[in-house]
């Protein structure tokens, strides 16, 4: 089992920067394939980005591509999403989650394919 934990998460100005960073326990962490998600009050979670086992493959949502960049540590057992440029439509809960499909790939985008999720760190961005 892993247990994840969020952080990073804060109010910024559009046009600002935050990091988001998660910290998983237990000494598997190499062997789940890492998302990072996010969810607005009444909206179901939207898939945000995907990093692959090793950290050589990622995959980003449309609405992400060129402003955020996953990246993972598998000796501190930690992922993390520098998200630029963010625009107030980025404002939501953002959680991150470990999965054991084989990612990246379509299925990865799915929240129902993840096994362990965080809390959630949330992230608001301003006009």
């Known amino acids: 089992q892993v247990q994840l934990a969020e952080s990073g998460g804060g109010l910024v100005q559009a046009g600002g920067s935050l990091r988001l960073s998660c910290a998983a326990s237990?000494?598997?962490?190499?062997?789940?394939?890492m998302g990072w998600f996010r969810q607005v009050p009444g909206k179901e979670r939207e898939f945000v980005s995907v990093i692959s086992r090793r950290g050589t493959s990622t995959y980003y949502a449309n609405s992400a591509k060129g402003r955020f960049t996953i990246s993972r540590d598998n000796a501190k057992s930690t992922v993390t999403l520098q998200m630029d440029s963010l625009k107030p439509e980025d404002t939501a809960l953002y959680y991150c989650a470990a999965t054991r499909i084989d990612c990246p790939g379509y299925g990865c985008s799915r929240d129902r394919g993840y096994d362990y999720w965080g809390q959630g760190t949330q992230v608001s961005v301003s006009s």
């Open positions: 237990g000494r598997t962490f190499s062997s789940y394939a």
